[in-house]
């Protein structure tokens, strides 16, 4: 089904979940003009991501007064809204999660990112298993940031029925990093790789701006199946829209052509490889 | 060990294998001049990707003439030398690439495990890896459309492999081309390659006119563990070089950073993997 998905980039004010949220709102009001039913903002979208100290206060329960919030927005974009916040689980644990709200502005999925990066491990608990959603438009695959870099994770979320992977992400560079050769471009030829890999739509909201000397590097996408940009953002705050064509006449007919996952030879990856060590 | 690796991207002549076997002598001697360590040049270089009666006749016994010529020209310019070609065993043929030393000996022959296409009524896939040590470090073959699954680079290189060396002929017709498949396209999926795995990469395509309705992409390209391009070729012939340090202070500092294969969650792909719901 013909669906559009915008990707929110956007900077945050560290420790602000008002003023953060207020952002959001008025991003996603331009999104639901473009007949989005699929908005998604940046990892720890509704706080920033340095947040230190304050992250005991940040922290809330899902559901909670920001999700309820989040909610109103969803429901009044008459879409799905995905984003990243700081949840205080009941088990009194934090998570790095990606939540999404139904138009209806229910809470539909709460997913726990499980690819930890640095020292992200030392406050956050991970999540242990990948979360794919039905919904009208199609199932879709739920993804933070760094969980992207691992294709046999996408590909897992695939081989579970997921048609749109959808991320939201911050990520970003220092100097000795971009040095090296890590930029945005990267970042999102990643993105694209993974869905043509895949022979699925991904659609990835990164960050912008600068926090404690760590830049974002922007470059929010939508990809095609065959890995190619429907939009993209570079630098600065904004939103993007794409029509993805979910389940399509015409990507049914790639898929026949780039037959890739019935093309892999998973025996020999596992016997010749140990892939799966 | 810092050393030189170049991607050659050619054109080929479709089944005249006597003017593509002098046009990569004179690549060879143009890499070898610019004191080249190892050079890749694309897949089924001698006939171009023919099929049928016509390419069998076409097809090379390894070793035999055409890996004899490739080993004293790899020998005359002292480097290793990967080649794509198309390999007959008796009755059975496979898609290969051939690497020889710079003494002119065949180090190896790597048989493409993943078959595009109408490429499988035709050839027999591998089922081997091809990976080899080498003074610079440890490298591992591919052909085309092997990097286009992650988990046959992955399962290369959790083997040890340092840098991975593809020969293709990544191709596109006007369909393709307005789905958006094209020249970028591959070479961030060899980027991706790269990154995802902490590795180097080098990737030699063909360039040209094939038919009426095909062309090659171009877009040759050496990767970085980093996920940018080291050195790319866009369109045209010519060759790409860049001097890598692959067990350098620096890449190893990056990979300490970019924690990419340990923090790999096994466990939770296998469920993925398995437990299809429905």
Redesign the interface.
Known sequence: MDVNVSVIQMDCVLGDIDANVEKIDKLVDFASEQGAKFIVFPELGTTGYFVGDMIDELAEPIPGPTTDRLGEIAQGANAYLLGGMIEKGQDGDLYNSLVMLSPEGEVVANYHK?????VEREIFTSG???MVVDTEFGRVGLTVC?DL?????I???V???AQLILNGTDWITNQW?TK????G??TS??A???A??NGIHLAMANRVGLEEGWKSLGHSCVC?P???FLARIEDGEGIVTSTVELGSE?WEK?RE?A??LP????E??NE?????? | MAFKVTVGQLKCDIGDKEANLQRIENFVAAAGNQGTDILVLPERIMMGSIFGDRAKRLAESIPGEVTDRLGEVASEHSLYLVTGMLERDGDDFYNVSVMHSPDGEIVGVYRK?????SEKKFVK?G???AIFDIEFGRIALSIC?DL?????I???V??GVDLILNSTNWITDDR?FK????GE?VS??A???A??NGVHIAMANRTGVIDEDWWSLGHSSIC?P????EARIKDGEGLASAVLDIESD?WEQ?RK?A??LP????E??????Q????
């Open positions: 499980v690819h930890m990066f640095s242990d298993e990948g760094y870099v691992f294709p046999e994770y590909r897992g979320l081989l579970q029925g990093q090296m050769g890590w930029s471009e990267v030829h990643m694209a790789t993974r043509l890999e095609s065959s890995g190619h015409k790639w052509v037959t890739y093309d892999r030879r998973v020999l990856y010749l490889l140990d892939f799966e060590k | 495990w993943h078959l595009f296409d896939s089922d081997q890896p459309y286009v699954f992650p988990e046959f992955r399962g290369l959790l083997n393709q789905a958006g498949w094209n396209v961030r999926l980027a991706t390659r990154l995802e970085r980093s996920g940018s391009f620096e990056w950073v924690t990419y923090d790999r969650r096994p939770i792909y296998r469920q993925l993997n437990e299809r719901q429905e």
